[in-house]
């Protein structure tokens, strides 16, 4: 069983930064891809970023140069670093895990979720 618990969240104001955290726990296999996805009211979830074990990332064109993906080197906690924050982005932030070697920006591919963080930016 795969445990993410994800902090981090806050109200910001537009061009502002926000360091999200998601730290997992329990029986972790490798290989395995994490991601962070978001959703905001009235809309479908969307991928946001991705990484694998290998470090490989991937990001919707949305967030391109603003957000960063990362892992701390236990591989154990994962991070969305994003800045220039933009209005669009607000929406609830969730962290998610899959035991494959495959990342992809489909939430329908990972298998464990965290329970969200909120991400609210003011224009």
């Known amino acids: 069983q795969v445990q993410l618990v994800e902090s981090g969240g806050g109200s910001v104001q537009a061009g502002g930064s926000l360091r999200l955290s998601c730290a997992a726990s329990g029986v972790l296999y490798s290989p395995y891809c994490m991601g962070w996805f978001r959703q905001a009211p009235g809309k479908e979830r969307e991928g946001v970023a991705v990484?694998?074990?290998?470090?490989?990332?991937q990001y919707a064109d949305s967030v391109k140069g603003r957000f960063t993906i990362s892992q701390d080197n236990a591989k154990t906690t994962h991070f969305l670093e994003m800045n220039s924050l933009k209005a669009e982005d607000t929406g609830m932030y969730y962290c998610?895990?899959?035991?494959?070697?495959?990342?992809?920006?489909?939430?329908?591919?990972?298998?464990?979720w965290g329970q969200g963080t909120q991400v609210t930016v003011s224009s």
């Open positions: 990484i694998n074990s290998g470090g490989v990332t």
């Open positions: 998610a895990r899959d035991r494959s070697y495959a990342c992809y920006l489909a939430s329908s591919l990972f298998g464990y």
